[in-house]
């Protein structure tokens, strides 16, 4: 048995979980060993369309890491720094009404992500890093005393996020025609122009820090549709609230099209490794820098 049969194996009841997904965190898992001494804790960004498999992907090299590599490693989401909704209404009330839907550059706690890392690279064997988290039903960031706690000094750090590894110069190259919640909500660019400088100014600063930035695509916006909606659904099981039908899923991910379309076109020259995942979550590694 290979290390990725052995992880489809481990984990193969708990998550939905594919042979080459495996082994494709196994490589990443290995790239971070080759890359990084011990006693120094690595910053590793993983990028990817909404439903790529970024978490799937973060969970799958935490694994690898611990189980053929033996080192730990603290996993968790930019979508757990949003702002919170009072102060997502603040922006809605001060800047443009788009302020209010969680997800472009500028409606994340960048100051908090940074702490947290500090922290982390910081901790000695005894100590207790709080990392914040968002339920996404709620559409707010939980209380802290329900924040998940990692003990100790990590021997990585994994940071999943859409939009992780986005420069300006991307979007600002990116020539396609807006789409419909664009042209029709934000006409003079009022919304785009204030996330566009929320990037430059405060997420820049972030992804220079990584040491790997891993990338997933996927092979059109129409995937992204498509796993958006079946992640809804499984968000939906255990709630009141019924799911975001495909109408309301085509508008949420138009909030991001510009951006999405944009590290579409740049990833493949700035990604550390680039992976390329099929409708059906086969994971082909398409580049990879030495």
């Not at 935490?62 to 590599?69: K, Q, S, T």
């Not at 968002?134 to 996020?161: C, H, N, S, Y």
């Amino acid at each position: 048995m290979n290390r990725a049969e052995e992880l489809v194996a481990a984990l193969g009841r708990d998550m939905p979980l594919t042979l080459s997904a495996a082994g494709a965190a196994c490589q990443v898992a290995e790239n971070i060993v080759y890359r990084s001494s011990r006693g120094y804790v690595p910053l590793i960004g993983i990028n990817g369309a909404q439903g790529s498999g970024k978490s799937t992907m973060a969970r799958l090299v935490a694994e690898a890491l611990e189980r053929f590599h033996g080192r730990s490693a603290a996993v968790f989401s930019l979508d757990d720094f949003y702002l919170t909704r009072s102060q997502r209404q603040r922006l809605e009330r001060d800047v443009h009404p788009l302020c209010a839907t969680r997800g472009v550059p500028g409606t994340h706690d960048i100051a908090l992500l940074h702490g947290v890392i500090d922290g982390l690279r910081a901790a000695e064997p005894a100590a207790e890093t709080a990392i914040p988290v968002f339920d996404k039903l709620a559409d707010d960031r939980v209380p802290t005393e329900a924040w998940q706690v990692f003990e100790g000094r990590p021997g990585a750090i994994l940071l999943e996020g859409w939009c992780v590894g986005a420069r300006t110069a991307d979007v600002v190259a990116f020539a396609g025609v807006p789409n419909a919640l664009e042209r029709t909500e934000d006409p003079r660019g009022v919304w785009r122009g204030w996330s566009l400088a929320a990037l430059a100014r405060e997420y820049e600063d972030l992804w220079d820090r990584l040491d790997l930035l891993v990338s997933i695509e996927v092979p059109d916006l129409e995937t992204v549709i498509e796993s958006r909606l079946a992640q809804e659904r499984r968000l939906a099981e255990n709630s009141l609230r019924p799911p975001m039908d495909r109408v309301a899923i085509t508008r949420f991910v138009q909030h991001y099209e510009r951006y999405t379309r944009a590290m579409w076109a740049a990833m493949p020259e700035r990604a550390d490794m680039l992976f390329r995942r099929t409708r059906e979550f086969g994971f082909t590694l398409a580049k990879e820098v030495a």
